[in-house]
Nanobody, 123 residues
Framework: QVQLVESGGGLVQAGGSLRLSCAASGLAGSRYAMGWFRQAPGQERAFVSVISWSGSTIYYADSVKGRFTISRNNAKNTVYLQMNSLNAEDTATYYC????????????????WGQGTQVTVSS
């Protein structure tokens, strides 16, 4: 059974940093692309970032370019999202998502989703 579990969310002051992790299980032998979406109260679910299995293909939403960095460690079955220079607009529930290719994940059509981790940025 495929399971994605996010961690690392919490409360942080504006200008601070957080590092989210997504641990995947049940994907042995599958070279899945992984990514992150987020949803703020009253807003639509929005793409944040995606990384291919090899790490050769990476995309970021314009709203996080230059501040967030996605990476992965396939030996640990884990994908990360380093978030710097956080502001109130980054407050949202962050979801980990995975599927066979990057465009599918980027378009919000990934097959597997985590339960989400809450990120709250205070001023």
């Amino acid at each position: 059974q495929v399971q994605l579990v996010e961690s690392g969310g919490g409360l942080v002051q504006a200008g601070g940093s957080l590092r989210l992790s997504c641990a995947a299980s049940g994907l042995a032998g599958s070279r899945y692309a992984m990514g992150w979406f987020r949803q703020a109260p009253g807003q639509e679910r929005a793409f944040v970032s995606v990384i291919s299995w090899s790490g050769s293909t990476i995309y970021y939403a314009d709203s996080v370019k230059g501040r967030f960095t996605i990476s992965r460690n396939n030996a640990k079955n884990t994908v990360y999202l380093q978030m710097n220079s956080l502001n109130a607009e980054d407050t949202a529930t962050y979801y980990c998502v995975g599927d066979i290719n990057s465009p599918t994940v980027r378009n919000g059509k990934g097959r597997y989703w985590g339960q989400g981790t809450q990120v709250t940025v205070s001023s």
